[in-house]
């Protein structure tokens, strides 16, 4: 089983020091037998989530736990169709993000720039907490539940039309992590606070790739929330996940709502809203320490926090305390004078090792230390809350974005 970490890909700061890659350990732990949950009853504006072993990936291979997928239509310029699942749901990055191999039969080759030579295709390197990912850029449009877009820029993960990442500076920062196994799933949905991504843009001609300043105007792969056709609904998303047990659940449904307080099924009523600064950022106060730079992040499927020297860890620097703890934390503004509100709430670390990945998927009590940074509110922070994230100067009863709302 992976530690995976896909959030700031617009800040492009790695706050995690490594990619915790680890083996499906763990043995006893229980929590086998009990009855699957019912799928929920959707709106039009929302998609089911689901947390789950991805089929396409044997579990002896590596499990995906607390990784959260959905199912979306990719369409290419002439209107031809195909439905992606298992695409991972991101709060923490920003932009749609396929594998080639999930789009096949699609008519998406890399877009052109122009340079002094003529033109060129257009490719990115996007670096997230656990790597880098390598792909053209392209035209396509994207339906989620009933949500629609037009066509705007999405990156396609080893796409065949460019060099391979090898002939870029995009094989330094990390491992490459652009593969079914890396991902965990079919692409990657980045749905955060923000709009564009930070990655680097290249022009590829003849093998060879040149770094861009930035992308060409219209050309920055980017949130598709912001160009949903029904405009009430493009102001962010609400994330919604059920309460799992300590002990771990082999499957869980929530729901993904587009729009926030915009219908009744995204409403913010009893949410208590954390502002958050330019680079989508709060401070987390865990064991009477505060953490700049930390954030919620749903496409991190563990805890990621550096208190390694108050909490044991294992060789892979997986959290395993002798019991199960529960840490009260602090959620707060960066911005203190101008919002002096927090939020009281806490996060549960069990022992990784005696974890039972062989049945359960869905853990609200798994974590990893980094050596260093803030606090990364993986996936396990989300059971049992309804998270809302504004988007950047998007407007909702709450305030102005970039915000997050969490009851």
Request: proline share 7%.
């Amino acid at each position: 089983m992976s530690a995976m970490a896909f959030g700031r890909a617009r800040a492009a700061a790695a706050l995690l020091s490594t990619a915790l890659l680890a083996g499906c350990g763990g043995g006893g732990g229980g929590g086998g037998g009990s009855p699957l949950p019912p799928a929920p009853s959707l709106q039009a504006n929302q998609l089911l989530v689901t947390v789950e072993q991805n089929p396409a990936i044997p579990l002896a291979t590596n499990a995906t736990v607390n990784v959260p997928y959905v199912t979306v239509t990719l369409c290419d310029t002439s209107g031809h169709c195909k439905s992606i699942d298992h695409v991972v749901v991101d709060t923490g990055s920003f932009g749609l993000r396929v594998l080639q191999s999930a789009v096949a039969g699609l008519n998406l080759p890399a877009d052109t720039v122009v340079t002094g030579s003529g033109t060129a295709s257009l490719g990115e390197c996007v670096t997230f907490l656990s790597g880098h990912m390598w792909g053209s850029v392209t035209q396509a449009s994207l339906q989620m539940a009933s949500e629609t877009t037009a066509a705007l820029p999405v990156q396609v993960i080893g796409a065949s039309d460019l060099p391979a990442a090898s002939a870029t500076a995009c094989n330094s920062p990390g491992p490459d992590v652009g593969s079914l196994l890396g991902i965990g799933g079919n692409g990657l949905l980045g749905i955060g606070p923000f709009v564009g991504d930070a990655g680097t843009y290249y022009a590829c001609s003849a093998g060879v790739c040149t770094a861009l300043a930035g992308p060409p105007s219209g050309e920055r792969v980017s949130n598709p929330v912001p160009s949903i056709a029904n405009t009430t609904d493009t102001n962010g998303v609400v994330l919604q996940m059920p309460a799992v047990p300590d002990a771990g659940a082999p499957l869980v449904y929530g729901t993904l709502s587009f729009g926030v307080d915009t219908q009744a099924d995204n409403a913010t009523s009893g949410l208590a809203a954390i502002p958050l600064d330019a680079n989508g950022y709060m401070v987390v106060t865990a064991l009477g320490s505060p953490y700049a730079d930390s954030f919620t992040d749903s496409g991190s499927n563990f805890y990621f926090a550096p208190l390694g020297a108050s909490i044991p860890t294992d060789t892979q620097q997986h959290f395993i305390p002798s019991s199960l703890l529960t840490l009260p934390i602090t959620l707060a503004s960066t911005a203190t004078a101008a919002y002096p509100a927090s939020l009281q709430s806490q996060m549960l670390i069990d022992n990784y090792n005696t974890m039972n990945f062989a049945v359960n998927l869905a853990f609200n009590d798994i974590g990893a230390a980094t050596g260093s940074g803030g606090v990364d509110l993986g996936m396990p922070f989300f059971y049992g809350k309804r998270v809302a994230y504004v988007i950047n100067r998007q407007t909702s009863a709450l305030g102005s974005g970039p915000l997050v709302a969490i009851d």
